[in-house]
């Protein structure tokens, strides 16, 4: 059974930095590219940012480029994101998701529980 | 402002047919690009629904059905239950932004 688990969210002051990371099992993780999407309170959903299964591609959302890295550890089956200068508009659940199959489109078929970061002084 | 145009809230009435469009532009829906939709009850994870415009992932009653259609795209429910109020959204890539992006959402109300 395929499952992900977020961790590391949790109250920044603006400007810091946190690390979330995203624990998987249940399927081969190397082989699937992996996203992080993002839901502020009461708001929809944000795409933030992706990485490939393999070769380590990363894309960002403009929102959070310059600030934000995404990475994995194919390894420890774990997923990463290293959010820097944080913001107060980054508020949200942070939820990393799996996709359906490389070259779905990035279509998600599971989806972690969520991590809360909130940005607040 | 949501690249994706999704209607903020529908309703309809047991057993009824309805329908969530999601409207974008030839930088994303029209050139091509796969839409997907994700049903999400609060405070919890979404699901997927419809991928690849009109996949149904295994266990997706085929009561959820997607289309789509120049820069549109279509989520179709019928024989509306009680437990499909949720929020629904759509998603695509824009080669423009060189992003993914979602709708803003529509709230489905069961009346």
């Known amino acids: 059974e395929v499952h992900l688990l977020e961790s590391g969210g949790g109250l920044e002051q603006p400007g810091g930095s946190l690390r979330l990371s995203c624990a998987a099992s249940?399927?081969?993780?190397?082989?699937?590219?992996m996203t992080w999407v993002r839901q502020a309170p009461g708001k929809g959903l944000e795409w933030v940012s992706a990485?490939?299964?393999?070769?380590?591609?990363?894309f960002y959302a403009d929102s959070v480029k310059g600030r934000f890295t995404i990475s994995r550890d194919n390894s420890k089956n774990t997923l990463y994101l290293q959010m820097n200068s944080l913001r107060a508009e980054d508020t949200a659940v942070y939820y990393c998701?799996?996709?359906?199959?490389?070259?779905?489109?990035?279509?998600?078929?599971?989806w972690g529980q969520g991590t809360l970061v909130t940005v607040s002084s | 402002q949501s690249v994706l145009t999704q209607p903020p809230s529908v309703s309809g009435a047991p057993g009824q047919r309805v329908t969530i469009s999601c409207t974008g532009s030839?930088?994303?829906?029209?050139?091509?690009?796969?839409v997907h939709w994700y049903q999400q009850f609060p405070g919890t994870a979404p699901k997927l629904l419809i991928y690849?415009?009109?996949n149904r992932p295994s266990g997706v009653p085929d009561r959820f059905s997607g289309s789509k259609s120049g820069t549109s795209a279509s989520l179709a429910i019928t024989g509306l239950q009680a437990e499909d109020e949720a929020d629904y959204y759509c998603?695509?890539?824009?080669?423009?932004?060189?992003?993914?992006?979602f709708g803003g959402g529509t709230k489905l109300t069961v009346l």
């Open positions: 998701a799996k996709e359906l199959f490389a070259g779905s489109g990035l279509a998600l078929d599971y």
């Open positions: 249940g399927f081969t993780f190397s082989s699937f590219p």
């Open positions: 990485i490939s299964g393999s070769d380590g591609r990363t």
């Open positions: 030839s930088s994303n829906i029209g050139a091509g690009y796969d």
């Open positions: 690849g415009d009109s």
């Open positions: 998603q695509s890539h824009d080669n423009r932004l060189i992003a993914w992006v």
